[in-house]
């Protein structure tokens, strides 16, 4: 019997974060998409299944104005209003140099807290409400053909796929990157990160907060209401040990750590730990083929910025797409990919490397580390020029921005 099959001008493997919004990109340039996931929707917006919060940075909230899915986020976003960054140990006081960004020095809010689990919801909402998209959960992509005018990918329910271009937004263990055979470069950090809500006694004021601890950061990232989101990174044996106390162990641990000035704290809800490391892909196009997203690279978590990425691929590949589509140029050869690989690679690389540098230069104990790097801080807390410089940069309006990331249509 033959296997049934579906046109369409793109096919996306993988409906995360990622995934979702490169469908919506598309489809709004008039591209016909099919979007496969192996999850359903129901688990993967269910309140256990991702317990994180996204930093996103202010070119990620106007791209998401742009395709319409902001707007239904706006009331449930925390505004970042001011970072603060300090050296700390547990039971020390934390070193007099710290670094405090403003953002009044700016304009506007360092960036904005929302829930994966509202963004996950928000995107479904608007991916089934779009004529163009077919999306197919439960469906996982399971093999791919590339043939010289188009590309064939036969899904787990049977149908086959007949694609110009197929993208892989599957993840940091990506099946269709590892089918393609594309390698990656990297190596585990060693380091879990533990997440969870934890509820205070008096108000944030949209202040974020990153202890460097020896063992590593220690973010606290406000949420709604009176409410923080830690991403608490621990060697691997420790947060092993730590997602095993029980729940007043648990909350001594993080008193301990979060400090004394939000009043009396209590975590809230599950714990999660998501083990930390550094991929990234030697190529990211392929003939008929791209990845973006964590197939692409994953970095550690300390700048909040791994979704960030993941949406400067989207509005990067979908102007690359877009605009050869509209010169009538065929936009699945590997020449037009070509374009979107060399846009994003370096960026990709620059953050991972720069990510990577923290990290190790504050996840220990060292004497003259420690002096170096309060040294540091404190010198980047006196300069304002470069304190700009960091936030325009945190807030990813630097560089060539693709016209989703200003806000414009792609
Ligand atoms: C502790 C922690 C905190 C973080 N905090 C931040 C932050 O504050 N800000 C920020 O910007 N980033 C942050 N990140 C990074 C961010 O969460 C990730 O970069 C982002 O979730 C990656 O999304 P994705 O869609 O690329 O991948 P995923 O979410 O992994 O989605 C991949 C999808 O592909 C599907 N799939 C797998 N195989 C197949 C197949 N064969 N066919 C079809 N589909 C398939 C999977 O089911 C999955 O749904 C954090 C990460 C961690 C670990």
Redesign the pocket.
Known sequence: MRAQTKDADLLI???????LTLALALARGGMRVVL????SELA?TDARFDG?????AFAAVRMLGQLGVWQGLEAKAQPINDILVSDAGLGRNPSPFSLHFDHREIGEPLGAIVE?RDIRMALFEAARAEPNISLLTGT???RLVVERACAIATLSSGVEVVATLVIA????DS??REAQNIGTVGWDYGQT?I?TTVAHERAHEGVAYEHFLPSGPFAI?PMTGNRSSL?WTERNEDAARMMQLDDAGFAEEIALRFGAHLGNTAPEGPRWA?P?RLQLARAYVAARFAI????AH?IH?IA???????LKDVAALAETVLDAARLGLDFGEEEVLKRYERWRRFDSFVLAAATDGVNRLFSNDIGPLRLARDLGLGIVDRLPPLRRFFMRHAGGDVGRLPRLLKGEAA
């Open positions: 493997a993988g409906g995360g974060m990622v995934g496969a996931e192996p999850m993967m994180r919060v996204s930093a996103l994966n996982a992509v399971e937004a599957d993840g940091r099946p269709l990160g997440v990232l991403v998501y930390l973006v997203g964590d197939a994953t978590p909040g910025q791994g979704f960030n990425l993941g």
